[in-house]
């Protein structure tokens, strides 16, 4: 038989309510799905993986609180390390100068070599006096950048020969005789 326009063919026609009755039931049974085992265990797997994550990210945190502990004992031990070398410094030049001292409180001439002490650094002292009589020839500036260098205090209201005599019993010197 031939189709012509116009007429009509007898065809089927989808039933509507076959197709809705089994779309339920495809919903129906596709909301059972996660009941099947190996996809609950899943389900499963990922929490406990979630919980190794968080787990892992603690252990992190603290790993890096241990860093952050870690470097302020580090750096309280410098410090430590720091202090006992200046200690180490300060008693070598206390040392030096107490050598010094010892040597100089020996002298009774004039012309005898004075032992020159170190600064409070442990430097040379650039123009400590050589001799009694290099002391003698001491300004008030001279005796003063001589007085501060070795760490004393200084009153400008003085008079020079007070901070001579001064320097002189710093140094060993125990003889006031200039």
């Known amino acids: ?10 065809l089927a026609q989808p039933n509507y309510d076959n197709i809705a ?18 996809i609950d265990q899943g389900q499963q797997i990922i929490v ?19 860093i952050r502990v870690q470097d302020q004992l580090i750096q309280g031990q ?6 006992q070398n200046q200690i180490r410094q300060d ?3 206390n040392e030096r100068n107490n ?4 040597c100089n409180s020996s002298i009774t001439r004039n012309d005898s070599l004075i032992e020159d002490l170190v600064d409070v650094n442990g430097h040379h002292i650039d123009g400590f006096p050589r001799d009694r009589a290099e002391i003698r020839r001491l300004q008030g500036d001279d005796i003063d950048r001589l ?19 001064h320097f002189m019993r710093f140094i060993g010197m125990v003889s006031s005789g200039m």
């Open 99 to 102: 050598f010094a001292r010892l």
């Open 147 to 165: 007085l501060r260098a070795l760490g004393l205090h200084i009153d400008p209201a003085e008079a020079v020969h007070t901070r001579k005599a």
């Open 48 to 66: 406990l993986v979630n919980q190794l994550i968080q787990g892992q990210n603690q252990l992190i945190q603290g790993q890096n609180q241990l």
């Open 1 to 10: 038989m031939a189709n012509f326009p116009g007429q009509q063919l007898h």
């Open 21 to 38: 009755q089994h779309l339920r039931g495809l919903a129906d049974e596709a909301a059972l799905i996660p009941n099947i085992p190996f």
């Open 78 to 83: 410098n410090q430590l390390i720091r202090g």
């Open 91 to 93: 008693i070598l030049r």
